[in-house]
């Protein structure tokens, strides 16, 4: 079973920064997208960012040009950089793995909480 393990989160003020891991329990290089989803009290899940093998990346538009998602393969990790935080990025933020075998599976991790506030 893929099990995945964020951290990272914590309570920093606006204009601030924090970076998120996810550790994943497989050789990353087999998992076809590592996602970024976000979930505010009261609001839907949104998906942050998605990298992929192919070394492409997407970002939500109101991420774009502040957060930055990126590998360490031989850790078996993916971070999320997040840059100029605003109270609007709070949310519990989950690490998603999509991986292809015999199908598309999906293995989520159980959440990190980031808090922008003065």
């Known amino acids: 079973q893929v099990q995945l393990v964020e951290s990272g989160g914590g309570l920093v003020q606006p204009g601030g920064s924090l970076r998120l891991a996810c550790a994943v329990s497989s050789s990353i290089n087999r998992v076809q997208a590592l996602s970024w989803y976000r979930q505010a009290p009261g609001k839907q899940r949104e998906r942050v960012s998605s990298s992929y093998n192919n070394g492409h990346s997407t970002y939500a538009d109101s991420v774009e040009g502040r957060f930055t998602t990126s590998r360490d393969n031989a850790k078996n990790t993916v971070y999320l950089q997040m840059n100029s935080l605003e109270p609007e990025d709070t949310a519990v933020y989950y690490c998603?793995?999509?991986?292809?075998?015999?199908?598309?599976?999906?293995?989520w991790g159980q959440g990190t909480q980031v808090t922008v506030s003065s």
């Open positions: 998603n793995a999509q991986i292809f075998t015999d199908r598309w599976r999906d293995y």
